[in-house]
């Protein structure tokens, strides 16, 4: 059984869920390659882009802004999210993250339990990192 699991955001496998979204993922651990009960990803937010509204009906959903700036709407409530905070998405709580910020906005992205979020991002179309991306997760 390993003990650890090691993955370089730079290399890791990133996909689009669908062709006109405006977020894609680059997967970090998730339960097929990993055998965890989570998914943890660096979500990646096109200028403008946002993720549809959803919710998630037991999954607890955390997000840490690594890079850029955006809002986050959750329920009935709109906040503004930059480079170093957290947010924590209950269960039944539609919501959407968007990017507002002149640059893209990055996000580590966990989701507990994994509830289908793995493979409907492995089910998506594979993507590759551009310049901007390896610029920012390698740093």
Known sequence: MATFGL??????????IAPNDTNYFAVLFDPEKDRVA?????????????TPPNEHTAAHEFFYVLHGE???RCGDRTIPIKKGDS???????????????DS???TLTVMTPNEGFAELIR?????????????VLGA
């Not at 993955?7 to 689009?16: D, G, I, S, V, W």
């Not at 943890?40 to 946002?50: N, R």
């Not at 947010?87 to 910020?101: A, F, I, K, M, Q």
């Not at 089910?123 to 990192?129: A, R, S, Y």
């Open 7 to 16: 993955e370089n955001a730079l290399t890791a496998k990133a996909y689009r």
């Open 38 to 50: 989570n998914i943890y990803v660096v979500e990646i937010f096109t200028k403008g882009g946002a």
């Open 70 to 72: 955006g809002i986050a």
């Open 87 to 101: 947010l924590l998405l209950h269960p039944g709580t539609e919501h959407v993250v968007e990017n507002t910020g």
């Open 104 to 106: 893209k906005l990055y």
């Open 123 to 135: 089910n998506g179309q594979p993507m590759e990192l551009d310049d901007e991306d390896r610029r």
